[in-house]
Each structure stands twice: as C-alpha cells, then as structure tokens.
C-alpha cells in the first residue's frame, strides 16, 4: 500500500509539472501585446520598433507587476497592409484576437483601416491603444456609445482637430516670418492633402483658418497617398504664386512632392503635416531636395519636452539608428500607459483598468498625457492638448539635420504659460525665396 502511495504522489507531481509547463508554453505567465500597423512601411516599423523597446525594458526589469506575480511581455507583430487593403487589416485584427489571444492591441495607422480594427476590438473587449491614426470620430465614439467604445484610447497622436490648430500656428509663424522678412504685404498660401478621410476635416478648417490669419488660400491639390510623380500638382500651385505650400501628407506622397518640388525650385516653402519628413531617411529619399521642408513632429535629435524625452530618443537612436517617429509612441502606450495601470489595478480585466487609466494623468516622452471628457462630461478617451500636456514640435530640414524651430516663446492665449523646449532653433528661408523676393 505505501508502494501504491509514493507512485500515486510521482504520478500526481508528474501531472502538475506537466499542466504547469503547458501554462507557461501557452503563454498564460505573459501578457501578450498585438502590435498591428503596416509592417512594409515607415510608420508599421515605428509601431515594432517603440513596442520592441517598452518589452525589453520592460523584462530587463522582470516583467509587469500583476497583483502577486510578475508576468513578462510579449509581444505579436500583425501587418495589417492597411494602406493597400482594409480586408486585410480587419483581418490582421481578428487574428490577433482569435488565434494569438492577446490581452492588448496598440498600433494600427490609417483611419478608414482603424475604424474597422477599432470595432473588432470593441466586440471582443480588448484595450486598444491607437497609435498613428488621427480622426476626431475614433474618440467620439466613445462619447457617443461608451460601453460598447470604452475599450479603445488614443496614444498618440492628438487629434485631426488639434493636428490642425498645431499646424495652423506653425502656418502662422512661418507666414509672419516671411512677411516680415521678405516683405509680402499678403502671403498666398496653397492647400496639398492627400486623398484620405483624415485630412477632410483639416482642409475645410485650413480654408477658414487662412484668411482668418491674415493670408490668401490660393486652391486646394490632392494627390493620391502613394502618388510617385506629383508634377502637374505643382506646376498648378506654382502658377498660383503661393508663398507657402500647406501640406497635409502622412503616406509616402510626401517624399516626391518634396524632391520634385526641391528640384523644380519652387519660390514656395512647405509646411504643415509630412510624416515621411519626419524620418532620418527623408533626407536621402530626397536627394537633399528636402531641405527647407517643414513638418509637424513629435521628436527631434537635441530636443527635450521634458526630462523623459532625452533618454527616449537617444536610446531609440542607439538600438534601432534612427530618431523615432510618433508610431513609436507604442513605447509609451506600453511603459507609462498599459504597464502603470495595470500595476495599479493588479488585473488584466480590461472593465477595471478602463477606469483607472481614463483618470490618470503621467509623463511620457512626448508630454504629459492625460484624457479628456467632452462638453457633457461623458469620457472620450481623447488625448488633451496644450501647454503643460502635449504640443508636438515644428521641425525643419536645415542642411541635412532636421531642426526644432516651435514652439519657441510660445503662448496659446494671453494667460497661458510661455512654452519653450530646450533645443530649438530659429526658422530658415531657403535662399532661393530670399534671392526672388528680398528687395
């Protein structure tokens, strides 16, 4: 009989090792984190590439604290192709959720793709942090059906609406600095948005907002997203005689509009929205024909937001060799969003970390985040903007290195705070503008 009792005990030992082991092996001691974007593209890589950093640092540190246990990160990469297909990228969604059963999706880019992506997760009550696609509806929805939307926030960026009051000021600083430095009584200003749902909204703003600021909208052009040869966009914008050409690009346009215009010598100077500019390969992409541009941006080498920002950028820099792009803010939806709330709550049940992390206001790399709620006090799960929070940069290619130029003694209104991030430099002129121009 005691025979009998120590076989039974082995066996039963065996049988929990062996279910142990299988947890483990099925990933039930790690927290799996979908990261979905388009994986062939600059901004997919971003997303890889910041959560790649969140999960090592992350690790390095033994895991996330989830009530009594720590449990590491993992992650699963989903090419959603969402710029080509968004079958594919509803696709890429679902199976992250099915097959791969992660906890928590961060990631995806164009809006049309993300709306999909957005409801699949809803449906199956899973956090998803976007991080790339801008369209005031993706947070509205929240306000407007909260428990079936509650599960989704925007990390980054803020949206279309503040993308475009962001843009509009470095429009009017760029056109007071051209005014005053070329002596253009009234500077002509023309519109090129890509053909995508997110820049709708923009451009019916950017043609109220010019004249408003005191300039003239000379018309709008609208290349396709991925246009290679954008010569007739800019031939029309040169014969209109715009001073600046307002651009609103965050697909792989933005590179030959920028070359061609280089090389066609266009008395115009660029502003706005150009996320291929935003990168360090712009510059090359261009054959130097880039110089000059300036674009909205979330990081540049030498520039601190805060003192998070610094170390940020150069170990990004360090492990991947370039400065990241805002889809890299995947780092930060992941070290300072997911991981301190779900410490916080000590579960990974998303219905109670909703709470929390819709109240909770941290530093990243970027600015200090926090959510706002709309005029009727219902949760949007939107990011706030302004001084204090979050602003983005103004950037310029200045002879191969791109330069911070805003905000630089900014103030959003007479009583807000005067915003200046270490780093900046002052605005450039190309020298061409200057030779047709300066009296």
């Not at 880019?109 to 699949?120: C, G, K, P, S, W």
């Not at 500077?187 to 907002?209: G, S």
């Not at 246009?227 to 715009?242: F, N």
Request: glycine share 8%.
């Amino acid at each position: 009989m005691e025979r009998w009792k120590k076989r039974i005990f082995v066996l039963a030992m065996a049988f929990l090792f062996a279910v142990s082991s299988l947890t483990v092996a099925s990933g039930q001691d790690t927290i799996k984190i979908g990261v979905i974007g388009p994986m062939k593209f600059v901004q997919g890589i971003g997303h890889w590439n910041g959560a790649t950093m969140a999960a090592e640092e992350i690790n390095a540190k033994g895991g996330i604290q989830v009530g009594p246990r720590k449990m590491k990160v993992e992650l699963v990469q989903a090419d959603s192709n969402e710029f080509l297909s968004i079958t594919d990228a509803t696709t890429a969604m679902e199976r992250l959720i099915a097959r791969d059963k992660v906890h928590f999706v961060v990631g995806g880019f164009r809006t049309e793709a993300v709306l999909a992506m957005q409801d699949i997760a809803m449906e199956n009550k899973k956090i998803f942090i976007g991080v790339g696609a801008a369209h005031d509806e993706l947070c509205l929805r929240v306000a407007k059906d909260y428990k079936t939307y509650k599960y989704w926030f925007r990390g980054s960026p803020f949206n279309s609406s503040f993308l475009g009051r962001t843009s509009f000021i470095h429009l009017g600083t760029v056109g007071a600095i051209l005014r005053h430095s070329l002596n253009i009584p009234k500077v002509k200003v023309a519109i090129a948005a890509e053909k995508a749902e997110w820049t709708e909204p923009m451009i019916k703003a950017a043609e109220t907002a010019i004249p408003g600021m005191g300039m003239e909208a000379v018309g709008v052009w609208r290349p396709s997203a991925v246009a290679t040869d954008v010569t007739a966009e800019l031939s029309a914008i040169q014969r209109s005689e715009a001073h600046i050409i307002f651009t609103i690009f965050s697909a792989s346009v933005g590179i030959p509009f920028a070359r061609q215009a280089g090389e066609l010598k266009i008395p115009a100077v660029q502003v706005g929205i150009n996320v291929e500019a935003q990168k360090d390969g712009f510059w090359g992409a261009t054959r130097g024909m880039g110089n000059y541009v300036a674009t909205m941006n979330t990081y540049a080498r030498g520039v601190e937001s805060n003192e998070l920002t610094k170390a940020f950028v150069d170990t990004y820099v360090k492990r991947f060799g370039e400065t990241p792009t805002y889809t890299a803010d995947t780092y930060s939806a992941i070290v300072h969003g997911l991981a301190t709330t779900i410490e916080q709550a000590g579960t990974l049940d998303p219905d109670k970390l909703v709470p929390i992390h819709e109240t909770r206001v941290y530093k990243s790399p970027s600015g200090t985040v926090a959510y706002l709620k709309d005029a009727e006090g219902r949760h949007l799960h939107e990011l706030r903007w302004g001084p204090g929070f979050l602003t983005a940069l103004g950037v310029q290619w200045q002879d191969g290195e791109l330069k911070a130029f805003w905000p630089n003694k900014w103030k959003a209104t007479p009583e807000a705070p005067e915003v200046t991030y270490k780093g900046m430099v002052p605005y450039k002129i190309p020298p061409w503008m200057v030779e047709k121009f300066k009296k």
